[in-house]
Nanobody
Framework: QVQLVESGGGLVQAGGSLRLSCAAS????????MGWYRQAPGKQRELVAT???????NYADSVKGRFTISRDNAKNTVYLQMNSLKPEDTAVYYC???????????????WGQGTQVTVSS
């Protein structure tokens, strides 16, 4: 079994910063892409940022220049540094990691439990 545990959410004023972390544990043979998604009330879940195994990053236009995704492969952890936060960034943030449990299996996407980020104006 694989578990993803997120941390770092909270309440912050507009213009402030937060850093989210997502650590994977359990039966892990290899990890491919990692990413962050968010879902605001009444809206669909949307991609925030992804990072490949080789470190190639991709960002939603709405967060470019403000958010930075990074990963620590030794710790099976992905991070999201969020700066210059805006009220419209308020959402539940979910991490996702594409994990292979053994050499026999294919990669499968695992999700974290979600962490609330609230930005006050």
């Amino acid at each position: 079994q694989v578990q993803l545990v997120e941390s770092g959410g909270g309440l912050v004023q507009a213009g402030g910063s937060l850093r989210l972390s997502c650590a994977a544990s359990g039966s892990i043979f290899s990890i491919n892409a990692m990413g962050w998604y968010r879902q605001a009330p009444g809206k669909q879940r949307e991609l925030v940022a992804t990072i490949s195994n080789g470190g190639i990053t991709n960002y939603a236009d709405s967060v470019k220049g403000r958010f930075t995704i990074s990963r620590d492969n030794a710790k099976n952890t992905v991070y999201l540094q969020m700066n210059s936060l805006k009220p419209e960034d308020t959402a539940v943030y979910y991490c996702k990691q594409d994990i292979k449990g053994s050499s026999w299996y294919s990669f499968r996407g695992y999700w974290g439990q979600g962490t609330q980020v609230t930005v006050s104006s």
